[in-house]
């Protein structure tokens, strides 16, 4: 038995051959009983993202990387030449390692995100349903989630803001505490504004408004997120209903002035508005920092947030490989003993196989004797043999870490060899 991974990913292939290699779920449910047909693997299971492909497969052949590598080659129709020189390949423990440090996001783009544990269980989901998930990925895919879950709930790896609009929504909580039911105005409606909108409505961010050059734009970002469409020549009134500003654009001037900020504080009462320009050139003049309680943030204020909340998720990475390296232990120890207890059970049929071609062989100097009798002979050869194989199988379970299961496997190829 031998665990095996092959795949590529951001790390080792650009995205134009991460594209061709791509597979879909249905793609998935497809294959997958192919692959695992037992001319190449037992057991398989796929994971494609944007940022990676690969496959893992339980197999019993010695060396199933060239039909796998060929395997990927047939279905998405590529020459093996175009893609092999990009591949990585894990056996065994490493394998296992791999795939816990994929779920667990360190071998993530951003390390720490989480959107890749629930794409590895989907996969997993997937080949429980075609069936080509069974004993040794049942056992490997719940130790990786296991794994996982210990990175979550034992490091702070995902605490930290690594992206510019994320990052903005951790300032605007600094800066203003609890967002619910905040009014944020959006102020362009591409996807920097769309990830932010996100971020905001899950911190529970209460009316979303949305003003946008191109109308349609700021209509099809209000309908995601049950938002309102503000005209752009409305902007100035806007801002004082808003108390996050958030401007993403294309122009390539100031939107918003001081004026029009000091004029909407007069009417907000001078509560305190947090505006974060993530435009390049800026859209906000920086003189409106000058107006009490008005915090202002540029692109470069978010990317030293991120640059810094990266330094610590290195950190916490450090803490959570361990973790990993903990959980391959345990799992390898577990699979260690599934194959021995294996061994074990041939060991114990072949010694019953034994004594009944010894019965047999001497079958003829019994005499003749009735139905009830040959039953009762086989019965108590069987017995016996039971008795006495019974010390020694469970002595080697008991010291199967210390040498034993090698002495098991010879013991069953010299039956084997016996005639």
């Known amino acids: ?29 497809q294959v997958l009983p192919i692959l695992a047909d037992g001319a190449i693997a037992r057991e398989a299971l796929i994971l494609s993202t944007c940022n990676r492909v690969e496959i893992l497969v339980e197999t019993a052949e010695t060396d199933a990387l060239p039909a796998i590598i060929n395997f990927l080659a047939n279905i998405k129709r590529v020459a093996p030449e ?10 065994d423990a490493e394998a296992a390692r791999h795939l816990f440090r994929v779920a667990s996001s360190l071998d993530s783009m951003i390390v720490g995100e989480t959107q890749i544990l629930g794409q590895v269980k989907e996969s997993y989901k997937i080949a429980s349903e075609t069936g080509t998930a069974r004993r040794v990925l049942h056992k490997l895919l719940h130790h990786a989630f296991h794994a996982a879950k210990r990175v979550r709930s034992e490091t702070r790896i995902a605490n930290n803001a690594v992206s510019l609009s ?3 929504v951790e300032l605007a909580e600094k800066v203003l505490g609890t967002l619910e039911n905040r009014t944020v105005l959006l102020v362009g409606a591409g996807e920097m504004a769309e990830l932010a909108a996100k971020h905001l409505i899950a911190r529970g961010a209460g009316r979303i408004l949305i003003t946008n050059r191109t109308y349609q734009n700021a209509v ?5 997120f049950a938002g309102e469409v503000v005209a752009l020549d409305q902007l100035a009134d806007s801002l004082r209903q808003a108390d996050i500003v958030i401007c993403s654009t294309s122009a390539q001037d100031y939107l918003v002035s001081p004026e029009m900020v000091r004029a909407s504080q007069i009417k907000r009462r001078s509560q305190p508005a947090l505006f974060v320009d993530i435009s390049v050139p ?8 000058d107006v009490e309680n008005v915090f202002l943030y540029s692109v470069d204020d978010l990317e030293t947030v991120v640059t810094t909340n990266l330094s610590e998720r290195q950190k916490e990475a450090v803490r959570a490989e361990a973790i ?64 006495i194989a019974h010390p020694i199988l469970y002595g080697l379970r008991q010291s199967h870490e210390y040498g034993a299961a090698e002495f098991a496997e010879t013991l069953c190829d010299l039956l084997n060899q016996e005639k």
Do not use: C
């Open 220 to 224: 099809k970002l209000a309908m995601e």
């Open 282 to 289: 800026r859209n906000i003049s920086p003189e409106i920092a």
């Open 166 to 168: 994320s990052a903005a």
């Open 324 to 387: 990993v390296e903990e959980e391959v232990g345990e799992f390898w120890r577990t699979l260690q003993a599934m194959n021995f207890g294996e061994t074990l059970g041939q060991l114990r049929q072949k010694m019953q196989e034994t004594a009944r071609l010894e019965l047999d062989k001497q079958r003829g100097k019994l005499g003749a004797l009735t139905p009830e009798q040959e039953a009762a002979i086989e019965k108590l050869l069987l017995s016996t043999v039971n008795q």
């Open 82 to 91: 175009q893609f092999s020189d990009h591949l990585y390949h894990f056996a």
């Open 1 to 29: 038995m031998s665990l095996l991974l092959v795949g590529l990913n951001h790390k080792s292939a650009p995205l134009e051959l991460r594209e061709q290699l791509a597979l879909t779920e249905s793609d998935y449910r």
